[in-house]
């Protein structure tokens, strides 16, 4: 018989939606206990943080000796474990359906009981021979219920399994920001000031509107800045008001070099959906871009930045 403590999967459900809800910011309703269970561990859990791989997640959820953590978790058996079986049991009460599921009825997937569940056996090899399509219709639903609830949220299905870990940079930098930099060998930083260069290696590339709003790596959304702001920038957003100018002037320079040395670069292609001939980049087209992006992330919860000031260096 396989038998699965409720903890345990407790424990898998809150470290399976720790990126989507914690990270990137995903709502799954005002009135959701999963995402409620989740804001409060993160100020209850020390060692829980924004970028805690799943796993991790998992394993501190599970062998926790806080008190308050075990109640938050078993919050979830007041509903999560009965309500999946009432397809089996419909209109039954919670106590019924504990009941008839000890008995199998109805060829019922588990049986319910204090802490635990018990897998049918008859379901067994079905659920291990379909695991990967059982795990695909659950997502595709998943995403169309999260959708409804955030319409304007980009890549809702890619922010259910991504972790905090980003793609490299790498060619974006040596195959577009290069080029710009050979060009006028120094950039200055649009927050700090400081002067960028290849010799230097003083800059990151970062994402304008946050990668983990945006959750892609398009180059009319990447720019260089001072190594040290990019990490006390982190996932925070700009001020549209302060920092869209300088923004814009240095993507309209990039976009002109690149294009002028190597029109047929790759890169150039992510400027389509904003310049459908590639002949400029307006401001407007910009702006239009990535302000919704940006109130629609702070709507989400998103924290807006403020540079230090800094002279030219």
Known sequence: MVEIPKSAIYARMISNSWFTINYFKVSFGSSDQLQLIVNELTALEPRLKMDTSKEEVNSILVYSENKTTKQLLNKLDDNVP??????????????????????????????????????????????????????????????????VRNPNVPDIPSKLIKEAGRNSLTKQTNQYWKMVFQEHESID??????????????????????????????IWNLYPIDKSENSRKSNLLPSISTHFDSFYNLQKEAFEVVKSKDSSNKFLEDFLPLSPDLSELSKEALFNTVQPLITIASNNGFQFYSSRNHPLV
């Open 189 to 218: 930083c649009i927050y700090t000031g400081k002067r960028l260069s290849l010799e230097k290696n003083n800059f990151s590339l970062d994402h304008f509107v946050p990668y983990s709003f945006v959750s892609h790596d398009l």
């Open 82 to 147: 009965h309500w999946f079986l009432s397809a089996w049991f419909p209109k039954q009460s919670k106590k019924a359906i504990y009941a008839q599921s000890q008995q199998f009825e109805n060829d019922c997937l588990y049986a319910l009981h204090r802490d635990s569940i018990q897998i049918n056996p008859i379901w067994v090899n079905f659920l291990i021979s379909n695991a990967k399509l059982i795990k695909d219709f659950c997502f595709w639903n998943l995403s169309l219920y999260l959708q």
